[in-house]
């Protein structure tokens, strides 16, 4: 059975590293990549042997995070796209696992930020003068921050932990 579980399993961090370059190279996730996580959970789920209060508490926090980001975004903290990417992450942590991943993404998003503002600070200003688009523009001065990028470290480092990845050891 693991040799089924384990790629279906790899569905999501490689899903969650695809929408985290995609927001670093070009400030946008695109919302097929929510919508294919979203797609997914419930097959891998069941293919992983969660049972289903368990898939049923994962949705309430994949919602519970939705409505959270939802008013992120609201106020805005974080861009739609990184709302909706946070909300699926969450979903296929389940619960406790979401909490460690919303700690390991507040602190991937600290690390981002200092690595942006260093960036941002003049000092690499001649390296940053002849790197591609993408780089100049997360240097340029008063830019936005790709969070996608702290939300797929986030996932990477809670993968683990999460409710489908340890439904899948159990």
Do not use: E
Request: glycine share 14%; net charge positive.
């Amino acid at each position: 059975m693991q040799a089924i579980q384990i790629p279906l399993l790899l569905i999501f961090p490689a899903l969650a590293v695809i929408g985290g370059l995609k927001d670093l190279t070009s400030y946008t996730i695109p919302n097929w990549i929510s919508l294919a996580l979203i797609a997914a959970f419930v097959p891998v789920a069941l293919v992983c042997g969660a049972p289903l209060a368990q898939i049923g508490l994962c949705l309430a926090v994949g919602l519970a995070t939705l409505v959270l980001s939802m008013g992120m975004f609201a106020a805005g903290w974080i861009g739609g796209g990184d709302g909706k990417l946070l909300a699926v992450c969450a979903l296929w942590m389940g619960w406790p696992g979401a909490l460690l991943f919303l700690l390991f993404t507040a602190l991937a998003g600290g690390g981002l930020t200092l690595a942006i503002l260093t960036l941002r600070s003049g000092y690499l200003a001649p390296a940053v003068a002849g790197a591609p688009a993408w780089v100049r523009r997360l240097g340029a001065s008063g830019g936005d921050l790709p969070y996608g990028v702290a939300i797929a470290v986030g996932a990477l480092a809670a993968f683990p932990h999460g409710a489908l990845a340890l439904a899948a050891l159990g």
